[in-house]
């Protein structure tokens, strides 16, 4: 790739004058803090980023400053124009390092990610040392969902109901599962999923391997 132009120093003006991160940040600003210093560290201006990822520019400056919450599918294309699995954007609990955390995570210890507005949340099962594969806790609130569009990337993806309903959609093609149902597909098959029910679903959810390799996703 060719060599990448700095930002533009105007460009995050607005945003660094009111930055802080001394005070507390809820989960939309923690998101955006974090994907606009990896962008920087990248060396990635808005734009640059934009065609990377397929995403507006607008919708990258409102993620970055806590404005609009990202959905599922937006990560996983941060995620590889970035390098970087969508673990990576996970809050860190407390004293996150400690002896066996390598190979063990504690219920206490799970990394977080909440899209509110999208009414999604996951919790990081598998341990940071995974390389092959990531396992996640996903609690899908009613009419939660990954987002309207359909998404594909290399790897596979395997899961169980464990608590509510999935409309999970393979290829346009609508499956319901309930409580004990489980599945497994190649992750190319263009998918997404929500939750028709009335009730919060939780999925154990499988992806492997953790980070797409730039340029097999599509929407």
């Known amino acids: 790739m060719s060599d990448t132009p700095l930002a ?10 009111s930055e802080n991160l001394d005070l507390p940040l809820d989960d939309e600003r923690w998101l955006g803090v974090r994907l606009k210093a990896l962008r920087r560290e990248r060396k990635l201006s808005l ?17 970055e400053r806590g404005l609009s919450s990202p959905s599922l599918r937006s990560l ?22 400690t002896p066996e955390s390598r190979y063990i995570t504690r219920r206490g210890h ?5 899209l509110t507005p999208t009414g999604v949340m996951k919790e990081l099962l598998s341990p940071v040392s995974s390389e092959l594969m990531e396992m996640y806790e996903l609690l899908l ?4 969902s990954s987002g309207d569009d359909f998404y594909s990337h290399q ?9 509510g309903t999935l409309q999970l959609w393979l290829d346009a093609q609508p499956h319901l599962l309930r409580e004990g149902d489980s599945f497994q597909f190649p992750s190319m098959l263009p998918h997404r999923f929500d939750n028709p029910g ?4 939780r999925v154990i959810w499988m992806t492997s391997p953790p980070m797409p390799k730039k340029g097999n996703t599509a929407s």
């Open 198 to 201: 009335r009730e919060p679903t």
């Open 141 to 144: 609130q009613p009419g939660g």
């Open 76 to 97: 996983r294309l941060l995620g590889v124009a970035l390098r970087v699995p969508i673990s990576w954007f996970f809050a860190l609990p407390e004293n996150d390092e």
């Open 110 to 114: 799970r990394r977080l990610l909440k």
């Open 47 to 63: 734009h640059n980023l934009a065609e990377l990822s397929g995403l507006s520019t607008g919708m990258l400056s409102q993620i």
């Open 8 to 17: 533009p120093q105007n460009e995050d003006q607005a945003f660094s004058q």
């Open 155 to 163: 790897g596979e993806k395997a899961g169980i109901v464990v608590a």
